[in-house]
């Protein structure tokens, strides 16, 4: 046996040793350890709607635009509730008015004592009451009619990105109608649907990493909680009232994904997050952060 053909031996030997290697790593990567490629970023969207009615005036804001939080969106039409504001102050002036006028006498008929009946002071003391109730009233409606001349100014509740938006000054604004989405800008989350079978795992608190599908650097998170249910198909009934039970392959099983709630703990600042963006997540298993190294490669390439 030559030393060439000895040497070709041993090299198919070793790179058919490698390729054995490479292929288990990448199988034990893919089927085994906790990762998915689904993912997606989601973020509280805050429905904002007015709570008094009225034409839009003047709007504020753009599509996709960032406001702060208490700037103002949209300005609906103030003179109904300007006019309203202004009669509830002069029923205010005038039920005061009345109520002084009313202690006034009672006081005058307490003066005169025995000079006059008991039953005109009686009367004015029920007088009285009946004055102060009425002053009470006036200004619970003064204080009504301003706070809905107030909510004619609509603000923004949180910081975040103004989205879908379809308002236009002159359009009308019905009360407790949804009118304008805000998202919120500190509420974003990424929520990994993973395999049953790699749920084992996924622990809460465990540090996760997230590979957007539009960006390169990649994201910092743990672990914030696991769903603990998904919807169920056989549950349903048909219209005869009967379960609906799906045809299965007896000998094909497919592993239910179930949600994982990433939350997110350090974002590069070139990277710009969207609701619905598409991610590839990884958890890190305690005292395993190199066992598993094709899966950061995984995350970056496939």
């Not at 003391?125 to 001349?149: C, E, G, I, T, Y």
Request: proline fraction near 3%; hydrophobic fraction near 45%; glycine fraction near 6%.
């Amino acid at each position: 046996m030559t030393i060439k053909h000895i040497l070709k031996t041993l090299v198919t030997f070793v790179l058919g040793l490698t390729a054995l290697l490479l292929c288990t790593q990448l199988w034990r990567a893919y089927e085994l350890a906790p990762w998915t490629r689904d993912g997606r970023v989601s973020a509280q969207v805050i429905r904002i709607a007015p709570e008094v009615s009225g034409q839009v005036e003047q709007l504020l804001v753009g599509d996709n635009q960032w406001v702060a939080k208490g700037a103002l969106l949209y300005q609906i039409d103030r003179s109904a509730y300007l006019l309203a504001q202004q009669q509830r102050t002069a029923e205010l002036a005038e039920a005061r008015s009345v109520f002084e006028q009313r202690s006034s006498q009672l006081n005058r008929r307490k003066q005169l004592g025995d000079a006059i009946a008991r039953e005109e002071t009686d009367n004015a003391a029920r007088d009285l009451v009946v004055a102060r109730a009425r002053l009470d009233a006036a200004q619970s409606q003064l204080a009504h009619a301003q706070l809905d001349l107030d909510r004619t100014t609509i603000r923004s509740p949180v910081d975040g990105y103004v989205t879908q938006l379809r308002l236009q000054p002159g359009d009308y604004a019905a009360a407790g109608d949804t009118n304008i989405f805000v998202v919120d800008s500190h509420s974003f989350w990424v929520t990994g649907y993973f395999e049953e079978t790699k749920l084992p795992g996924v622990r809460v608190g465990a540090t996760a990493s997230i590979k957007l599908m539009g960006f390169s650097p990649l994201l910092e998170g743990h672990v914030a909680s696991i769903g603990r249910g998904i919807a169920d198909g056989n549950e349903l009934r048909s219209n005869s009232g009967l379960p609906q039970v799906a045809p299965t392959f007896s000998w094909i099983r497919l592993a239910q994904r179930v949600p994982v709630r990433i939350e997110l703990d350090k974002v590069p600042a070139d990277v710009e997050l969207a609701a619905g963006m598409t991610a590839s997540i990884e958890v890190v298993e305690a005292g395993a952060a190199t066992r598993w190294r094709l899966t950061q490669w995984l995350q970056e390439f496939m």
